[in-house]
């Protein structure tokens, strides 16, 4: 039977199935080698050791590999870890892949309904056509699938669509806001620049298993790649406004915010400035819950995470 990584005790042995991340041999401080493992289940991940009987292993054993495992739970440093004593990999055939595959808990079909009627329902010509000749039958069935991100937020099957629909419900709210303000913005360019910033994180990620970066997405990245996708159906419709797509394009191109976070211009439209903000403040709610998830019940503290280069305070019973 299959033990989840949440469940895993500290202290009990174990026999069960993992997806294996990633594996490293690494340097004993007498000199040997051990076998450094990072595994994960859909209920989480942990890391592993192996200090003995490894060394046919390496050979045959691959990152995403399924494999079963026994050994010991131990804690270090604070933080729950196994020992293995035996280690095996397993054709898939042998696995129930719905163990090892985190998805959203969200109805995905559901979001997507709510996603077309606003693409369905755009007056502005040239983006409804654009949007209508990108979202293809298989296009919507990667975009309903991909994770939004590989570890910082969404990470998982359905993120993407999760994210890129409460971004849209953001952008709805600060429209309507700030209009009584005085201060208007194209509500449908934004939430095309919405439909489009991360669609290419379909190609740049692969995520049948754990999820990783394809060849294309190291070599090329899901900006350019967006601008690429826009540039080539923009030029198929008739009389797709100049000034329109350049915009659009660069939404798209200054939606990270920052040079140094990969967008090669920072925003310099009011529409660009709103997707580049929603888009941070969404990243990092839906970042914080996934910590927060994660966090050691007996802590008030996360992890550390890059995302927000350090722990966040979380006090045990907090909402």
Do not use: C
């Not at 202290?11 to 080698?33: C, I, P, W």
């Not at 952008?171 to 194209?186: I, M, P, Q, R, T």
């Not at 294309?216 to 159906?233: F, K």
């Amino acid at each position: 039977m299959k033990t989840f990584i949440k469940d895993l005790k500290v202290g009990h042995s174990f026999d069960t199935q993992f997806l294996l991340v990633d594996f490293q041999l690494k340097n004993k401080r007498d000199g040997g080698k051990y076998l450094s493992l990072e595994l994960m289940d859909k209920s989480g991940s942990l890391k592993g050791n192996m200090w003995d009987n490894f060394l046919g292993l390496v050979d045959v054993i691959q990152k995403n590999d399924v494999v079963a495992a026994s050994g010991v739970v131990q804690e270090y440093q604070g933080r729950t870890q196994v020992t293995i004593s035996r280690m095996q990999r397993l054709d898939l055939e042998q696995v129930n892949l719905s163990d090892f595959v985190t998805s959203s808990k969200a109805d995905i079909q559901a979001l997507w309904a709510q996603v077309k009627q606003r693409m369905d329902g755009m007056k502005t010509p040239a983006l409804k056509d654009l949007l209508k000749a990108i979202f293809t039958d298989e296009r919507v069935k990667k975009f309903l699938a991909a994770p939004a991100a590989k570890a910082l937020h969404n990470a998982y099957r359905g993120g993407l669509i999760e994210h890129v629909y409460s971004l849209l419900l953001m952008s709805e709210a600060a429209h309507a806001h700030y209009k009584a303000l005085g201060v208007d913005f194209n509500l449908e360019l934004v939430q095309t620049g919405i439909l489009l910033h991360d669609l290419m994180k379909t190609e740049e990620l692969s995520y049948e298993l754990s999820i990783d970066y394809t060849d294309v997405g190291h070599l090329i990245g899901h900006l350019p790649m967006a601008l690429q996708l826009i540039e080539r159906h923009a030029a198929e419709i008739s009389d797709f406004p100049s000034g329109l797509k350049l915009q659009l394009d660069h939404i798209v191109l200054s939606h990270h915010g920052e040079l140094e976070y990969g967008s090669p211009v920072i925003p310099q439209t009011v529409e660009a400035l709103v997707v580049s903000y929603l888009d941070q403040l969404d990243s990092r709610m839906w970042g914080y819950q996934a910590l927060k998830d994660r966090k050691e019940a007996s802590s008030n503290w996360t992890d550390s995470n890059r995302m927000f280069a350090t722990q966040l305070f979380v006090p045990n019973g907090s909402s």
